[in-house]
Nanobody
């Protein structure tokens, strides 16, 4: 079994910062891409940022220059540093990871965290 556990959400004022963390645990052979998605009320879940195992990153246009994704491969953990937060960043943020499992890593699946609420409001 594989689990993704997120932490770091909360309430912050506009212009503030938050750091989200997501740790993967369980029977992991290797982790490929990791990323963060978000879903606001009445909207579809969409990509915020993603990072490959080699460290290449990709961001949604709406967060470029404000958010930074990083990962610690030794800890199987991905982070999302969110600066200059805006009310429109309010959403449930979900961690995603593409993980190989099995003794030989022969199977690859997408796993999701439970979600963490980020609310940007004065």
């Amino acid at each position: 079994q594989v689990q993704l556990v997120e932490s770091g959400g909360g309430l912050v004022q506009p212009g503030g910062s938050l750091r989200l963390s997501c740790a993967a645990s369980g029977s992991i052979f290797s982790i490929n891409a990791m990323g963060w998605y978000r879903q606001a009320p009445g909207k579809q879940r969409g990509l915020v940022a993603a990072i490959t195992s080699a460290g290449s990153t990709n961001y949604a246009d709406s967060v470029k220059g404000r958010f930074t994704i990083s990962r610690d491969n030794a800890k199987n953990t991905v982070y999302l540093q969110m600066n200059s937060l805006k009310p429109e960043d309010t959403a449930v943020y979900y961690c995603n990871a593409r993980i190989r499992v099995g003794i030989l890593g022969q199977n690859e699946y997408d796993y999701w965290g439970q979600g963490t609420q980020v609310t940007v409001s004065s």
